[in-house]
T-cell receptor, first 113, second 112 residues
């Protein structure tokens, strides 16, 4: 069974640009969550999608958005990039329900210059 | 607000020695608890999880963790560390698996 796939693995963008990251969950998993990991703030929850609907959102500005498609694949978008958006962005997929674990992809390393 | 504390930023152990990584959580109800490991530049791999029942849980790679409600702790242990265990370890909890609150991580160095 294939794991969580994130593309691209690495990105370099210029301040002010926008970026789109992609995540394909494990087959059968309908919940996708996104996390940002930085040395200063650690791992922080961005948002979670289930059945194409955002169910939870972390404390991030509106420049961070996402969506989920009918095949459960998800994308996150960051507009008007700032230097502080440089981070490892991790996607996790899980089965619906409370007692399930989240499986993470290898992440997308975004560098804003 | 929910929080997870990993008091040790960095731990160094010799190969073959035992290991214990500490984790404390702040959550009113019984939390779902997890330990993840991350190698440099990689994603997170789940080591073990606790939802309910037996408070001593076994995970992959020879790791185990014990849930102690009275101490709000979920410490990770391994009886004999291997050089390949060198990585960063994260404790996490959630009310549902889809929104995790992570600790700040413990970096493990293994000496030959």
């Amino acid at each position: 069974k294939a794991g969580v796939t994130q593309t691209p693995r690495y990105l370099i963008k210029t301040r002010g640009q926008q970026v789109t990251l992609s995540c394909s969950p494990i087959s059968g998993h309908r919940s996708v969550s996104w996390y940002q990991q930085t040395p200063g703030q650690g791992l922080q929850f961005l948002f979670e999608y289930f059945s194409e609907t955002q169910r939870n959102k972390g404390n991030f500005p509106g420049r961070f958005s996402g969506r989920q498609f009918s095949n459960s694949r998800s994308e996150m978008n960051v507009s008007t990039l700032e230097l502080g958006d440089s981070a490892l962005y991790l996607c996790a997929s899980s089965q619906p329900g409370g007692r399930t674990e989240a499986f993470f992809g290898q992440g997308t390393r975004l560098t804003v210059v | 607000a929910q929080s997870v504390t990993q008091p040790d930023i960095h731990i160094t152990v010799s190969e073959g020695a035992s290991l214990e990584l500490r984790c404390n959580y702040s959550y009113g109800a019984t939390p779902y608890l997890f330990w993840y490991v991350q190698s440099p530049g990689q994603g997170l791999q789940l080591l073990l999880k606790y939802f309910s029942g037996d408070t001593l849980v076994q995970g992959i790679k020879g790791f185990e963790a014990e849930f102690k409600r009275s101490q709000s702790s979920f410490n990770l242990r391994k009886p004999s560390v291997h050089w390949s265990d060198a990585a960063e370890y994260f404790c996490a909890h959630s009310g549902s698996a889809r929104q995790l609150t992570f600790g700040s991580g413990t970096q493990l160095t293994v000496l030959p």
